[in-house]
């Protein structure tokens, strides 16, 4: 089972865009730069370190970096079961598991990125790694400061990272040193992030979280907050918000995606951060980390004759990028872990990569649910051979078949490639 995770700021590295540039998944900067109206690809490209290590910068520029090896990934077939993300990689992770739209997502990540460098202006601190200490005796250190420190992330067995204002920090390292930590690393940030030096950030983010409208995640994505599965929409803005101020659970995550049975995680996006993480707090599942073409190789061979595909009980909304799952979407009569698909249904597939926006007009009569609305996936509508099921970015999409809807496969806002599923049809009459 595989689990993707998503990495957060200070990953990012000077030029890391590079490499992706002739790749087709590089078409994803071009439609984040249009969705906030800002030349991503300079950033990512030839931004140097001193620009991207600014907060709004960072941020941005990692999470349009993670969705293209996320998009690279899709196309040579693998999706996940599970997703995760470490703080800002939480907005990459919830965008891979369908619960909100891309352009959503950047808007989001440019928001919060703006808003967490405003709040550090106004309430300068800093954070630092804190390296061969358990997490009760770094809270301890925090406390016994005497100031406004506070355990940040608790990302895997011996390494906690605290967070406060300059001073207080300074005098937690000096006990935690006392307390038996190795190393105290002081970490480049402008800020004293998940910590209550970022509550003036929230109000400006809850506002943006406001615009956005979550759906269901299409796999388990597990919250920073609290390391937990949260399959309702409605749950996600509350803890994005909270996510500012409430220390990241990263080691408590890994512990949930384990318990969920993953056995291989993959970490989607620039650095290789997460992949050391979980090799410390799950030593016994693979890890490896995809941040260039050349990573993409490795990961098949990583998980050649491993099952890609998503939840059990329904097939991955982002199964028809390719491979095994891709094949069991083309041959009809097989099983997608509990779902069947006959010779009497089919699958309409996108014609090529960009956003989806389903046909409107296809809704459950009377019930007025449209296609990526809470409930969508009750809605029953009636197509012929023809009719027009949606657009992906200009292109119209046309149903060769007639039959009554199933279920949505891909849902409005979001990116699909080419081939990919996006409704399931029960066919009327042999169309075969």
Known sequence: MLAFTFPGQGSQRSGMGRPWVDHPSWEVVAEASAAIGRDVAALLVDAPMEELT???????????????????????????????????????????????????????????????????????????????????????????????????????????????????????????????????????????????????????????????????????????????????????????????????????????????????????????????????????????????????????????GGHAGGPPGGPSPRAGAGGAVRDVWHHDAHAIQGDHLYMSERVVVSPCSGIFAPEQSLAAPGTGLLPGTPGHETASSHVRTGDLVGRVGVTEVRTPFEGAVIRWLSVAGERVQEGQPLVWLRVSGDRT
């Open 54 to 304: 600014r907060t709004a910068n960072a941020q941005l520029a990692t999470f349009v970096q993670s969705l293209v090896v996320l998009d690279a990934v899709e196309r040579v077939g693998l999706s996940p079961a599970a997703c995760a993300g470490h703080s800002l990689g939480e907005y990459s992770a919830l965008v891979a598991a369908g619960a909100m739209p891309f352009g959503d997502g950047a808007a989001l990540v440019v928001a919060r990125g703006d808003a967490m460098a405003r709040a550090g202006d106004d309430a300068p601190g800093t954070m630092a790694a804190l390296i061969g200490i358990g997490d009760d005796d770094a809270e301890a250190a925090c406390h016994r400061a005497e100031g406004e420190a506070w355990v940040a992330n608790y990302n895997a067995p011996g390494q906690v990272v605290i967070a406060g204002t300059t001073d207080a920090v300074a005098a937690a390292s000096e006990i935690a040193r006392e307390l038996g930590a190795r190393k105290v690393l002081p970490l480049p940030v402008s800020g004293a992030f998940h910590t209550p030096l970022m509550a003036a950030a929230r109000p400006a983010l809850r506002k943006a979280l406001g615009d956005v409208v979550f759906s269901a995640p299409e796999v388990p994505v597990v919250a920073n907050v609290d390391a937990r599965v949260h399959s309702d929409p409605s749950e996600w803005p509350g803890l994005l918000s909270a996510q500012l101020c409430g220390p990241v659970r990263w080691r408590q995550t890994i512990e949930t995606l384990s318990g969920l049975g993953t056995t291989t995680f993959v970490e989607i996006g620039p650095g290789g951060v997460l992949t050391g993480l979980v090799r410390r707090s799950a030593p016994e599942a693979q890890a490896l980390s995809v941040a260039k073409p050349d990573d993409l190789d490795s990961l098949l061979d990583a998980v050649a």
